[in-house]
């Protein structure tokens, strides 16, 4: 369905087709946009071995630099990778530490940590930091795996990124947002049921599911002299 096709539904299950004043687009968007964060968020705490808009990015490792930019699409974090060497099968999984477990200074250039066994931690939300440094620049020597954020829904032909017989979440749920701020109580219970079953399913479809594309990240230098 595109944003039409469900502002058609929404229209169709409330009853709003012939006032449309009563239910305005800005607000049908609103809420469309809010259950299409649902149904992804529902989608992610009930996943196994799968990842929703599951994505990996690559970037050039830079020597004696730790940190590196987060796509701008990454929604969570799930695996880190990294090859100091550049040889084809010199690849590590990296482990992550919470930056309050780190006991010795970062500030030292020693390394605790060795190639073999590297960390990695998150200074702010929008880089990831890794120890070892690196001795030398490797080109695509950093991969990280993660799960991207929706693109919310904005013009009229856009489509969710949910398979096609999910699409009705979203109208269905701006269409129960609109009966229960208008206290229509004879449809609530009727559109919350449908509802319902139709996230019920979500779940089970999507857990069957693997989805993997390429994206990139950015190195950032900080020169803290």
Same mark, same amino acid.
């Given at each position: 369905?595109?944003?039409?096709?469900?502002?058609?539904?929404?229209?169709?299950?409330?009853?709003?087709?012939? !006032?449309?004043?009563?239910?305005?687009?800005?607000? $049908?968007?609103?809420?469309?946009?809010?259950?299409?964060?649902?149904?992804?968020?529902?989608?992610?705490?009930?996943?196994?071995?799968?990842?929703?808009?599951?994505?990996?990015?690559?970037?050039?490792?830079?020597? !004696?630099?730790?940190?590196?930019?987060?796509? #701008?699409?990454?929604?969570?974090?799930?695996?880190?990778?990294?090859?100091?060497?550049?040889?084809?099968?010199?690849?590590?999984? @990296?482990?992550?530490? *919470?930056?309050? &477990? /780190?006991?010795?200074?970062?500030?030292? $250039?020693?390394?605790?940590?060795?190639?073999?066994?590297?960390?990695?931690?998150? *200074? !702010?939300?929008? #880089? %990831?930091?890794?120890?070892?440094? *690196?001795?030398?620049? %490797?080109?695509?020597?950093?991969? %990280?795996?993660?799960?991207?954020? /929706?693109?919310?829904?904005?013009?009229?032909?856009?489509?969710? +990124?949910? @398979?096609?017989?999910?699409?009705?979440?979203?109208?269905?749920?701006?269409?129960? !947002?609109?009966? /229960?701020?208008?206290?229509?109580?004879?449809? &609530?219970?009727?559109?919350?049921?449908?509802?319902?079953?139709?996230?019920? &399913?979500?779940?089970?479809?999507? #857990?069957?599911?693997?989805?993997?594309?390429? @994206?990139?990240?950015? *190195? &950032?230098? +900080?020169?803290?002299?």
């Amino acid at each position: 369905m595109t944003l039409e096709e469900i502002y058609d539904d929404i229209d169709f299950i409330c009853q709003t087709k012939s !006032d449309p004043l009563s239910y305005p687009e800005t607000d $049908k968007l609103r809420n469309v946009n809010r259950w299409y964060h649902k149904a992804q968020e529902l989608i992610i705490d009930n996943m196994n071995d799968w990842y929703f808009q599951g994505e990996y990015a690559v970037c050039d490792l830079v020597k !004696d630099q730790e940190e590196y930019i987060f796509p #701008s699409d990454i929604l969570k974090l799930d695996r880190v990778e990294i090859n100091y060497t550049g040889g084809e099968n010199d690849w590590t999984v @990296a482990k992550p530490v *919470p930056i309050e &477990r /780190i006991k010795y200074p970062l500030s030292n $250039k020693d390394e605790v940590y060795t190639k073999t066994s590297p960390i990695f931690f998150l *200074p !702010d939300t929008l #880089s %990831i930091a890794i120890r070892p440094k *690196p001795d030398n620049n %490797i080109a695509k020597g950093l991969k %990280i795996y993660y799960q991207k954020d /929706i693109k919310e829904l904005s013009e009229k032909t856009d489509k969710p +990124s949910l @398979a096609e017989p999910f699409h009705r979440i979203l109208s269905l749920g701006a269409s129960l !947002d609109y009966v /229960i701020a208008n206290q229509i109580l004879e449809k &609530r219970n009727t559109i919350k049921s449908e509802l319902n079953e139709l996230l019920d &399913r979500l779940v089970v479809y999507y #857990s069957h599911r693997n989805i993997t594309s390429k @994206a990139r990240i950015i *190195p &950032r230098f +900080s020169d803290y002299k």
